[in-house]
């Protein structure tokens, strides 16, 4: 049906199957899930009896193992023996509940059934499916598998697993399952899902529309295309067939060159690095420093070492893509995650241009959101939508995310790479450089009639952009020096997150004139907003 | 004195909080010195009563008189921080200014308050005031106005309450 992968079975007849047929998981299975108790097991055992035997064995001497009377009673070969069959009595439990875990697939519902003493059954309704993600954990994804999780709406059950199935497997049948749940729905209502598809009072829908519409944006991604294929997306979307994490669009990824690139020059390398040469100094001046030294550098070469993983694990194979609720943001390298950022939430966005990644072009962007996951969103992927990109991925991030009509492209780049005040910016003034040095005639802003855009920093330079229409409220702050010199630092309050909004050491004058006009740019964009919003929604407002 | 307004904007109609927050504050500055001047004593009065034996180091004497000083200083500051403290109506947004070296001017549009407190303490209730905070979206808003006489307050509350839905707007 979507003509990719031919090797899985599923694709071998129809994606329905009949009363009686069932298929069973992965092997795997029941390993995987219990692998820590597995381990847990084999690492005692290795731990207390093996060394010992293995060791009597090969030197040719009497067992001679030290836990107790009872294997010295009973002889190694007992022992071992004993072991070895808790271990097949574990394996051998371990294929019975594979064996009788199975799945079914038919017209109308997903079945899933497990136990061979205490027998459980689950089935979800296939037009009841709202999503159906692909989950991989570590251990599932080193071995090649991964599991298929169903949001279902069906008062019962709220989620569903079908746990584990190879890769290419699981992709498919979500793909088939997808498209399945489709029809289902379809058939249940043929005419409200034409109502719901072809009206125009969604904007979320109008959105997927135009991705559908636009044969390029579809065909051009590098990535697989979505499972658009079969199934038309919007109503599919309509009755939430969709899930929040399919694919529209890929818009960027990551090369792993550039986030190699991007980590050897990072902080954390750089002081890796440093260390390095000075501990090889060290020694070859003072043979034997090293060892003095690297006890008490270990803890905070550790730190260092897992900042470094951590970005790693952040930035390899970001991907992000257009899902039908947003912006969706995937990475990582043995622990992948994804959120997804919907439409309209970034309240602000900050670009950063380290130093160190000028000389190839890296750029890194975070966003703020509003709700979707709250903080543990926005601690984990959810604030960092470009890890590192050139220019021109700034851009594309920037158009797809900010929710602005004009996006300030030119200013964002006149942001980061402009310095002094002779451009769009207004920067602190020359009196200024005694409190700041280095980054007066950087620290700066500009307006057009969305947003304002913020920017500073010499050696790290950044750049913040904030749609008027978000922005909670503004304050000027000057403290006892700043009066002496006539100089005031303005803030913009936003949901609270990881990206500058305020200045510091503006002229006086202009800082109160910046604030009256972001007060008065920002009721008009509000305004705005709210007027929109009055065309496109009317319900909720009684005044209409 | 030159007033806060030099930050604001020109041709808002500025309005104080209650003259009687000023005895508000003093009491409570009052309050904190001395505690502070009482604790910072504990090893000097020690030291008087030959607790740890042998004469007085004239420095233990410091950190109450410190104290004391600040403590002083503050109260004559007292009404000037009072007086400082401020805020405008516009048509769409409120106006706020506070701080007297550490100066602010905050601008809260209506339409993004999420929420009005009222609230007082035994002092403030003796003096029938109560302290207003404006609360937004975001954690880094810092609108309180405190010292409102009790009728202002409520009336204030109300006021923008009903601004508010009219200029609401979503996140």
């Known amino acids: 049906m979507t003509g990719r992968g031919t090797q899985s079975p599923a694709e071998h007849g129809p994606s329905r199957d009949a009363e009686g047929v069932w298929h069973r998981v992965h092997p795997f299975t029941p390993f995987v899930r219990s692998w820590l108790l597995l381990v847990a097991l084999v690492w005692g055992i290795g731990n207390t009896f093996l060394d010992d035997v293995i060791s009597a064995l090969v030197k040719h001497e009497p067992i001679n193992v030290d836990v107790g009377g009872a294997v010295q009673l009973v002889g190694a070969g007992l022992a071992l023996a004993v072991l070895c069959g808790v271990l097949g009595l574990l394996i051998g439990l371990g294929l019975l509940s594979w064996w009788f875990t199975r799945y079914q697939i038919t017209d109308e519902h997903v079945r899933f059934r497990s136990g061979w003493l205490f027998r459980t059954q689950r089935q979800a309704r296939l037009d009841r499916v709202q999503g159906i993600d692909i989950e991989r954990r570590f251990l599932p994804r080193i071995l090649g598998l991964a599991s298929l999780k169903f949001d279902v709406a069906d008062g019962g059950i709220s989620a569903m697993e079908l746990s584990y199935l190879r890769r290419d497997h699981a992709r498919q049948l979500r793909e088939q399952l997808l498209a399945a749940a489709h029809r289902a729905a379809a058939q249940e209502d043929p005419a409200q899902a034409q109502l719901q598809g072809t009206g125009d009072g969604d904007p979320a829908a109008a959105t997927v529309g135009d991705l559908t519409d636009r044969p390029d944006a579809a065909g051009k991604g590098p990535g697989r295309r979505g499972p658009r294929d079969g199934v038309d997306v919007r109503v599919a979307q309509k009755h939430g067939l969709l899930g929040e994490q399919d694919e529209l669009r890929r818009v960027s990824t990551v090369p792993t060159g550039r986030v190699v690139l991007s980590l050897v020059c990072s902080p954390p390398a750089v002081v890796v690095a440093v260390l390095a040469v000075v501990s090889l100094v060290s020694t070859a001046w003072f043979p034997g420093a090293l060892i003095v030294v690297l006890p008490s550098v270990l803890p905070f070469l550790l730190a260092v070492i897992s900042g470094l993983y951590s970005r790693l694990e952040k930035s390899w194979g970001f991907t992000l893509s257009e899902v039908p609720s947003g912006v969706r943001t995937r990475a990582g390298l043995f622990n992948e995650r994804s959120s997804t950022l919907p439409t309209g939430r970034v309240q602000a966005l900050e670009v950063t241009k380290p130093l160190l990644w000028r000389f190839f072009d890296g750029h890194r962007v975070v966003v703020v959101t509003a709700g979707k996951g709250g903080a543990a969103d926005a601690e984990s992927l959810g604030s960092l939508v470009l890890p590192v990109g050139t220019a021109e991925n700034v851009r594309e991030v920037l158009e797809l995310l900010l929710p602005l009509e004009e996006i300030p492209v030119e200013l964002v780049s006149e942001g980061l790479n402009g310095i002094g005040g002779t451009g769009a910016f207004t920067t602190s003034p020359r009196r200024a450089r005694w409190l700041d040095p280095i980054t007066w005639r950087r620290t700066g802003y500009a307006m057009d009639d969305s947003s304002l855009v913020l920017r500073g920093g010499r050696l790290t330079r950044h750049t913040s952009v904030i749609p008027h229409h978000k922005t909670q409220s503004t304050a000027l702050a000057q403290g006892p020096v700043d009066r002496r010199m006539r100089l005031s630092g303005f803030a913009v309050h936003t949901i609270p997150g990881s990206v500058t909004t305020s200045v510091d050491h503006l002229d006086v004058e202009q800082a109160r004139e910046l604030q009256r006009r972001q007060a008065e740019l920002a009721r008009a964009a509000r305004d705005r907003v709210n007027g929109g919003m009055l065309e496109r929604a009317p319900i909720g407002r009684s005044d209409g | ?171």
């Open chain 2, 1 to 171: 004195m030159p007033a806060t307004t030099e930050l604001g904007p020109p041709g808002l109609a500025w309005r104080q909080v209650s003259p009687a927050y000023v005895t508000v504050r003093l009491i409570g500055t009052a309050i904190s010195t001395v505690v502070w001047t009482a604790v910072l004593a504990v090893p000097l009065l020690l030291g008087l009563f030959g607790v740890w034996g042998g004469p007085t180091p004239w420095w233990l004497w410091l950190p109450p008189a410190v104290a004391l000083v600040w403590g002083a200083v503050n109260l004559l500051l007292v009404p000037r921080r009072v007086r400082a403290i401020g805020y405008a109506e516009a048509p769409t947004e409120l106006w706020l200014r506070k701080g007297l070296f550490f100066r602010t001017v905050t601008v809260v549009p209506y339409g993004r308050m999420q929420y009005v407190d009222i609230k007082t303490g035994p002092v403030l209730n003796a003096f029938r005031l109560a302290s207003v905070t404006l609360h937004t979206a975001s954690a880094s808003t810092d609108a309180v106005l405190p010292g409102l006489p009790r009728e202002e307050a409520d009336r204030l509350r109300e006021q923008l309450t009903e601004r508010g839905e009219e200029h609401m707007v979503g996140l």
